[in-house]
């Protein structure tokens, strides 16, 4: 189902705000508990910023191509697959921050321009079928917003570890 226009407005706004409320969450925490994993499959803070980055760089490539492709494909990923290949629990969580401030400023300047008539395209996406701006737009629009929300979880969770 496609956007109105002040539904759209109100989506570019969550999507622009989301570093910010994944910085604070991340700001929270200790240097002790961000490597801590909350239970067993869990991701610690630390890697969900470094998810939180390379999610952020392919989305970015995402709305590109539907905006810019006919009908493009929009192939999904292993998320855990990532999160072990490219050791996320290793990972450097500023240059991680920094990344998803960067591509969401850049990507939220570019989403400003467009017209009315740019919304509406579609493309598939490889796991779910129909995929389109508008669906992108939700997706991303919480995507940090969960991720920081999980952030303060594990937080909640390291304090009560030790009461």
């Known amino acids: 189902m496609s956007m109105d226009a002040a539904t759209r407005t109100s989506w570019l706004e969550r999507y622009r705000s989301g570093p910010s409320l994944l910085r604070r969450a991340w700001d929270e925490t200790s240097a002790e508990m961000r490597s801590w994993r909350p239970a067993e499959g869990a991701w610690s803070a630390l890697e969900v910023v470094a998810h939180c980055a ?21 192939v999904g990923y292993d998320e855990q697959a990532w999160a ?12 991680s921050l920094h990344l998803v401030e960067t591509v969401r400023a850049h990507t939220s300047t570019m989403l400003a321009q467009l017209s009315d008539g740019a919304w509406g395209r579609m493309g598939r ?4 079928g129909p ?7 939700r997706s991303y629009g919480e995507h940090l917003e969960i991720h920081a929300r999980q952030i303060q979880r594990n937080l909640l969770a390291w304090q009560e570890r030790s009461v």
């Open 84 to 95: 072990r290949c490219f050791d996320y629990q290793g990972s450097d969580p500023e240059a």
């Open 131 to 137: 995929y389109g701006t508008d669906d992108w737009l």
């Open 125 to 128: 996406h490889s796991h779910s």
């Open 54 to 74: 390379d999610s952020e760089t392919y989305a970015a490539i995402r709305i590109r191509l539907l905006l810019a492709e006919g009908e493009p494909l929009i």
